[in-house]
C-alpha cells in the first residue's frame, strides 16, 4: 500500500438516489471489502458540494478515490475537481473514473455509442423506421444518442431521426418538452429513444396521461439497464451497462500494479421488452 495512506475506497458518485450511480458505488464497495479495504460513498449533485466534499476526502487521504467521470461535467467547478484529482495521484494515491472522458486517469467504462450502435440495429431490424431520440448536451448522452441515429441512418431507406436535446433527463425537463407536442407530432414518430432509463420511464408515463399506450402505438426505449426498467408496465427495452461490474473493475483498476495499459472496457448488451414490440405498417 501507498506510504501515508489510509486501507480506504472512497467513491464518489453523480446522485445516489441514481439507480446506476448507487449501483457503480455498490460494487466498488464490494471490490474494496474484498480486499481488505473499506469503503465510503458520497452522492453529489453540486459544484460547491462537490469540490469540498472532494477536498474533504483527500485529509482523510484514502489510497483510493473512485469518481463517476458525468460527475465532472455535470458540475461548474469540473475543472477544479479534475486538479484536485490529480493532486491526489501526484501525491501517491490512486484515482479511477467510471465512464469515458478522456482524462488522464485509470478508467473502467462500456462503449456506449457502440452499445447505442446496437439497440439502433435491433430496433430497425424489428420494423422502426422513425426515431425520436431525446438526450442532453453531456458527453455521454451526446455519445449514446450519436450510436442510435447514425446506425438510425445507416440502416436502410425510408429512416427519419431527429434528435431533441433537453437542458436534462430529469422528469419535470422530460413533461415540459412532452406538453409542448401536440398527439399528432408524437405520433409522427414510431419510437422514443432515450438515453437515460429515468427519461424512458418518465415519457412512458406522460404518453399514458395523454392517453396513448407505450408500446402499442408509441415505441419507448431507454439506456442503461436500471432495475426500474424490469418494474415499470410495460417492461423497458433498455442497454444493460452493468454498473455495478463498472463499479468493482474501478477499484480492480485503480489498484492494479502495475497499472493497467488499457481502460477497463465492458459491452453493454440490448435488452429488447414489451415497450418496443416488433413493428408493422399496421402498428401505426
Not at 460494487?27 to 469540498?52: D, P
Not at 488522464?104 to 430497425?124: G, I, M
Not at 408509441?218 to 439497464?225: D, E, M, P, R
Request: net charge negative; glycine share 10%.
Amino acid at each position: 500500500m501507498a506510504r501515508g495512506y489510509t486501507k480506504t475506497v472512497a467513491v464518489l458518485v453523480s446522485d445516489l438516489r441514481d439507480a446506476l450511480s448507487s449501483a457503480v458505488a455498490q460494487g466498488a464497495i464490494a471490490a474494496a471489502a474484498e480486499r481488505g479495504l473499506v469503503g465510503t460513498v458520497t452522492g453529489m449533485s453540486s459544484s460547491a458540494t462537490a469540490l469540498n466534499a472532494l477536498r474533504s476526502i483527500r485529509v482523510q487521504r484514502p489510497l483510493l478515490i473512485v469518481v463517476e467521470a458525468r460527475l465532472i461535467e455535470a458540475v461548474a467547478d469540473g475543472d477544479e475537481l479534475v486538479v484536485e484529482l490529480a493532486a491526489h495521484e501526484a501525491g501517491g494515491g490512486h484515482v479511477t473514473l467510471v465512464g469515458a472522458s478522456g482524462l488522464p486517469f485509470r478508467t473502467s467504462f462500456v462503449d456506449e455509442q457502440a452499445a447505442a450502435s446496437a439497440l439502433a440495429r435491433d430496433l430497425f431490424d424489428i420494423g422502426y423506421r422513425s426515431p425520436l431520440i431525446v438526450a442532453t448536451d453531456g458527453t455521454v448522452a451526446q455519445r449514446r444518442a450519436r450510436g442510435v441515429r447514425e446506425t438510425f441512418e445507416q440502416a436502410g431507406s425510408g429512416v427519419r431521426a431527429r434528435v431533441e436535446e433537453l437542458e436534462s433527463e430529469s422528469r419535470d425537463a422530460v413533461e415540459a418538452w412532452l406538453s409542448t407536442l401536440s398527439h399528432e407530432d408524437l405520433l409522427e414518430a414510431d419510437l422514443i429513444a432515450c438515453t437515460s432509463d429515468s427519461a424512458a420511464i418518465a415519457v412512458m408515463g406522460h404518453l399514458r396521461r395523454r392517453g396513448i399506450t407505450p408500446g402499442t402505438e408509441l415505441g419507448v426505449s431507454g439506456f442503461g439497464g436500471s432495475p426500474y426498467a424490469d418494474d415499470v408496465r410495460p417492461r423497458l427495452t433498455t442497454v444493460d451497462i452493468f454498473a455495478a461490474e463498472l463499479g468493482y473493475r474501478a477499484v480492480a483498476t485503480g489498484l492494479a500494479v502495475p497499472p493497467l495499459q488499457a481502460p477497463e472496457t465492458t459491452v453493454g448488451e440490448v435488452r429488447l421488452a414489451a415497450s418496443t414490440p416488433p413493428r408493422t405498417r399496421s402498428s401505426r
